[in-house]
């Protein structure tokens, strides 16, 4: 969420009212701002600065980026104030400014827009309020540039009409903003390669074979979107007569950017909220339109939407009267009792539905205090999911046999997954991340391994031994799905002690299987003098369901101390696992000293 | 703790026995003055818990001579001693004959002031110093004989005045008056420590005395397995989510398509929560198939599906105006870790919509999931790349913000919180959206809990749901309750491979709604 530092004692005087810390923050509060700070009571602010508010804006509401909008709609909210009836200068289109578009501009930022505000007052703070609102438009709405970029001139030192062209950057020569040095458009790119503030926009149009420019009738430059502005046209807190032209690569919120940067400071022109149009002649792809347009949008509002949803029964009236609250203009329709006819200002770009409409009418009635209602209108059946019961069992029954349960996380290195388990990736088994911001975290895991290891590493100064145990998801690539991946819960379980432990972790493994009634089948001696397992051995031991183990030869294990664990269910068998005593080197990449086993199978297998 | 009768002090306790036998009473640092502290209340106690005998704790503060006190008491103080080499000269010493004689620099520049200011010596014309009387009483030497054999001074004044001076040091000495208990004897008798079998079989544990149990001791560590403390957390919001009808919801997916993760939800594609900074994006595998059946009873269209979303998002849908942006099918089919499990969720409604119920329509639902989701966030105190999102949804026909907040105030109210107040929100795919916060004593503010909002008609329209059938959803973290019910700051404690084993081993159960 954007945040926004605005002059508390300015908002203050703005909203008409001394408000305390408390009722201000519950202000924010219901209206669905958050007061983040106040810088009141900070011992680091200057003497002579006013305290600031940062307040965080909701990421929709492009139209409170700044003080002005902040002000507005709290005072609207409040009641103290209508909303501004935005309005243009009614003057015919052939007195007009306008900015001519050429066709090579769809090459590289096919959109653009223009208005003008007349006869301006600044004041420093309005000035850096101006400044400030198209800085956070540029980074939220305009996402860092790329989708539109605006440029504010001082409309007395160039002159209409202006052209939107398109051109190689050997062709374009300027003195960019607050510069001294003319430079063309390569040389422009190299000069701001390492500016830390433009630095980050160049890549949008760097590779591009022409550059896009905004010229006056004398070709001087104005800006190069969306770099920079032209040194010529800056500017000042002595501008009276504004030129703002937007450019964008997505019309529609180029239109966004246009209408709240007019509304929010037409405030400050000699006639306020009167914004000077601009035609924008687009003749070759047929958008040549005038700029901005400030109608707002009509609306269709159900009353019955909105009251069920609201779990309200209020007048059609009622509803317009908590309407204008939040900025709208509301009036029942004459046709249709079930119909408000909603004027939404060209600044709310947020609404798309009616159901945002029906928001704010929650809104301005008090989330709050909205009437209650049993939430029991229908019954449903509570159950838990097979793959989750069934790992409980498995977890119960490891931590009832004494052995911790730990939660490393599912995201590894790739040598983690692999190399240090003495193991190779075939390319087919692991998802791969693109963008990690550390090596930490460069594969999906496939194994419960690492993280058991990377646990026990950093409890090497328990006392021993260490049985710990984790029941979780690893992931496989999987062509035949959508989603190309799948999920497989596996159960692992690591001894860590003077002694290998090989029998503890094959105990563990028996008793879990036993309490998941599997029964065991040994090759050789057939069952164990002594053990008592809950099924009995066929003569043809194939087609009995159970579990058996195989003496296995991988690089991840001690040689002579590892098997694999098979199971047997409805004639067919299947590998579940493995488990034995981790090889030295692989002791060694994890920083372990004394001996490991472990145990890792497939939980799913059991469903 | 001990508890066996033998023990070094055995002869300590016998030496006690035999001289309480011949007196009534003993002080114990009279009569084991080479006994410690230690060994002599070890001894006592095991004694006394056998009534054989009774004692008193005697408290009183000794002198003790420091190292300069030590050596004034068998040299002399340092006046003396310059008194005694000037007076042993016949012709008088210079300062550094002096300094020769003694051999110590510093007893000399103390001793020589001192023994001036006594009038014991003087300075003759030539600079040497002779001695002006014939004897001298070195009062400060008598007082430390004294105490060090004593470890007292009648005087208190003296006594603190030689410590000020820092040739003495007191010190607290604890010791006993020790009395015949009731059942005092010359020896402990023969005890059992435990009752055994055997004394069971032969009936010996009528006649045997057996040792007392020292009851302030720990009894001992049991070999204990434990749950992780977040799965007990886990555990406790899966009950409450049975006990309110949720069905759990199938959340084996890490891996989601942008699709199911962002456009089904209504989010737009140039979304920050899209960007690189913010998301996992997959590089291998390198793309999803389109939204496509994923058994052969899925009767739903999932063509018309891509379609609608597709004309949601780009030309608006359902009554809204959407976002109005040029919508890509290859964005959507990016591959991602995804962010939430609302991923999920879309699919679950999206299932939903294809069940008829006895109305022939779908039937009202109740899905929950608490699993992990991933964000590509730099790793501090509050943030992990990976945490679990507890996540509910209730599906039904004409809800209203009634019901989601009566119903949010009984499932927080479950987990033993209070005082829920809900502030307007902003998230793509829910309005109206909302946070909840609940009012935290200890933090003496409002602390953010949770997330719910209902979902949008461009998201349910599009999955196929009738257009009366509304739908809330709820969020919270696992982790973040967690970590307030054990105090934990650092979520790196407790989720990873950082957390320490010993605080599995001995988090306590978690019982929600009950006083802590």
């Known amino acids: 969420m954007p945040t926004i530092d605005v002059d508390k004692y300015a908002l203050f005087e703005e909203l008409g009212e001394q408000f305390t810390a408390d009722s201000f923050q519950d202000l924010c509060f219901d209206f669905g701002i958050e007061l983040d700070e106040d810088t009141e009571d900070d011992p680091q602010r200057p003497k002579d600065e006013a305290p600031l508010l940062k307040i965080e804006i909701p990421a929709n509401r492009y139209d409170m980026l700044c003080f002005e909008g902040i002000a507005l709609h709290l005072n609207i909210f409040r009641g103290k104030q209508a909303t501004p009836k935005y309005k243009l200068l009614d003057i015919p289109e052939s007195k007009m400014q306008s900015i001519t578009v050429t066709e090579d501009t769809a090459r590289v930022r096919p959109y653009v827009a223009g208005a003008i505000l007349r006869n301006v007052k600044f004041t420093q703070a309005t000035y850096d309020s101006f400044i400030g609102l198209q800085d956070k438009l540029h980074q939220n709405l305009a996402r860092q540039r790329t989708l539109v970029s605006i440029g504010t001139h001082d409309l007395d030192t160039i002159k209409g009409p202006f052209t939107y062209e398109a051109h190689p950057p050997k062709d374009i020569s300027f003195i960019p903003l607050n510069q001294t040095k003319k430079m063309d458009g390569e040389e422009l790119m190299k000069f701001y390669e390492t500016d830390k503030h433009l630095g980050r926009y160049l890549h949008i149009i760097r590779e591009k074979p022409v550059y896009p420019v905004i010229l006056d009738a004398d070709k001087v430059v104005c800006s190069l979107p969306p770099i920079i502005n032209g040194d010529h046209s800056k500017i000042t807190l002595n501008t009276t007569n504004i030129f703002i032209e937007i450019t964008a690569t997505d019309q529609t919120k180029l239109d966004i950017v246009c209408n709240i940067m007019v509304a929010m400071f037409s405030k400050y022109c000699a006639e306020p909220f009167t914004i000077e149009p601009v035609k924008i002649i687009s003749e070759h792809n047929g958008t040549t339109r005038i700029t901005p347009s400030l109608t707002s949008r009509i609306m269709d509002v159900e009353v019955d939407y909105v009251n069920s949803c609201c779990g309200l029964s209020e007048s059609p009236e009622a509803i317009c009267k908590l309407l204008n609250r939040m900025a709208y203009t509301a009036e029942p329709s004459k046709e249709d009792k079930n119909i408000i006819k909603v004027a939404v200002p060209p600044t709310r770009a947020d609404v798309l539905h009616q159901c945002d409409v029906m928001e704010d009418v929650a809104i301005a009635w008090g989330f709050n205090v909205l009437p209650r209602s049993s939430p029991n209108k229908s019954m449903t059946v509570g159950s838990p999911l097979a793959i989750n019961k069934l790992a409980d069992i498995v977890r119960n029954e490891s931590a009832m046999a004494g052995w911790l349960e730990v939660m490393p996380l599912i995201l590894c290195s790739h040598d983690e997954n692999f190399a240090w388990l003495n193991r190779k990736d075939d390319g087919k088994t692991a998802v791969r991340l693109a963008n990690p911001k550390t090596a930490e975290y460069q594969v999906v895991r496939t194994t419960l391994l690492s993280g058991l290891l990377k646990t026990l590493r950093e409890n090497k100064a328990m006392r021993l031994p260490l049985q710990i145990f984790e029941t979780s998801d690893v992931v496989f690539k999987d062509d035949s799905l959508e989603r190309k991946a799948r999920n497989e819960r596996h159960f692992a379980a690591a001894f860590y002690g003077k002694t290998s432990g090989f029998e503890i972790v094959h105990g563990l493994l028996d008793r879990v299987l036993a309490m998941l009634r599997v029964a065991l089948i040994t090759h050789e001696e057939g069952l164990g003098a002594g053990k008592i397992i809950d099924f009995k051995v066929a003569e043809n031991p194939s087609k009995e369901e159970g579990y058996f183990i195989e003496e296995i030869h991988e690089p991840t294990f001690f040689e002579g101390r590892a098997a694999a664990i098979f199971l047997r269910l409805d004639g067919q068998t299947k590998r579940i696992g493995e488990f034995g005593v981790l090889h030295p080197t692989v002791l060694e990449k994890f920083d372990l000293k004394y001996p490991v086993s472990t145990l890792e199978i497939n939980l799913e297998v059991f469903l | ?516």
Request: proline share 5%; net charge neutral; charged share 25%.
């Open chain 2, 1 to 516: 703790m001990e508890h066996s009768a033998a023990g070094p002090s055995g002869d300590l306790i016998t030496r006690i026995l035999q001289a309480l036998d011949k007196s009534e009473s003993i002080i114990s640092s009279e009569a084991f003055p080479t006994a410690t502290f230690v060994e002599v209340k070890a001894a006592l106690d095991r004694l006394k818990s056998r009534d054989m005998v009774k004692y008193d704790t005697i408290e009183r503060q000794e002198a003790l001579l420091e190292p300069e006190g030590e050596e004034i008491a068998a040299n002399g103080s340092h006046e003396a001693r310059v008194f005694e080499a000037v007076r042993k000269a016949m012709e008088g010493l210079s300062v550094q004959e002096l300094e020769k004689t003694i051999g110590d620099k510093n007893v000399v520049k103390v001793g020589q002031g001192k023994a001036f200011k006594e009038k014991w010596i003087s300075k003759a014309k030539d600079g040497k110093l002779t001695a002006i009387t014939d004897s001298i009483h070195d009062v400060t030497r008598d007082q430390l004989s004294t105490i060090k054999n004593t470890r007292t001074y009648p005087d208190a004044k003296v006594l603190a005045d030689l410590k000020k001076r820092k040739l003495i040091r007191m010190q607290k000495v604890i010791s006993f008056k020790i009395y015949k208990g009731t059942k005092f004897a010359l020896e402990i008798p023969d005890e059992a420590t435990d009752l055994t079998a055997e004394m069971i079989a032969s009936g010996s544990w009528k006649t045997a005395t057996f040792k007392p149990y020292n009851f302030k001791a720990l009894g001992a560590t049991q070999p204990a397995g434990a749950l992780h403390p977040l799965n007990k957390v886990r555990h406790e919001l899966r009950q409450i989510f049975f006990e309110m009808g949720f069905e759990e919801m199938s959340t084996n997916r890490f891996v989601e398509s942008g699709f199911w993760n962002f456009d089904a939800l209504f989010v737009p594609q140039q979304h920050p929560a899209r960007d690189l900074q913010d998301t996992f994006y997959i590089a291998d595998p390198p793309l999803a198939d389109k939204p496509k059946p994923e058994s052969a009873d899925d009767k739903n269209d999932y063509d018309a599906y891509w379609k609608n979303t597709q004309a949601v998002h780009q030309d608006g849908k359902y009554g809204s105006i959407g976002y109005r942006y040029p919508w890509s099918g290859d964005e959507a089919l990016r591959l991602v870790l995804r962010t939430h499990t609302t991923a999920v969720s879309a699919n679950m409604l999206h299932k939903l919509a294809g069940v008829k119920g006895p109305d022939g329509r779908p039937p009202a639902a109740r899905y929950f999931s608490i699993d992990r989701v991933f964000r590509n966030e730099s790793v501090d105190a509050t943030h992990l790349a990976e945490f679990h999102q507890v996540e509910g949804v209730i599906a039904d026909y004409n809800l209203s913000m009634g019901e989601l907040l009566e119903f949010m105030n009984i499932f927080f109210g479950k987990m033993g919180i209070g005082n829920l107040k809900y502030k307007p929100a902003y998230n793509p795919y829910t309005e109206p959206s909302m946070e909840i916060f609940s009012y935290h004593e200890g933090l003496g503010k409002l602390v953010e809990i949770g997330n719910s909002g209902m979902f949008r008609p461009e998201v349910l329209e599009t999955l196929g749901l009738p257009k009366d059938m509304r739908v809330f959803g709820f969020g919270l973290s696992l982790e973040r309750p967690t970590m307030i019910k054990y105090g934990i700051s650092n979520i790196r404690e407790l989720l990873g491979h950082k957390v320490d084993l010993s605080f599995v081993q001995n988090s306590p159960a978690v019982q929600f709604g009950a006083k802590a």
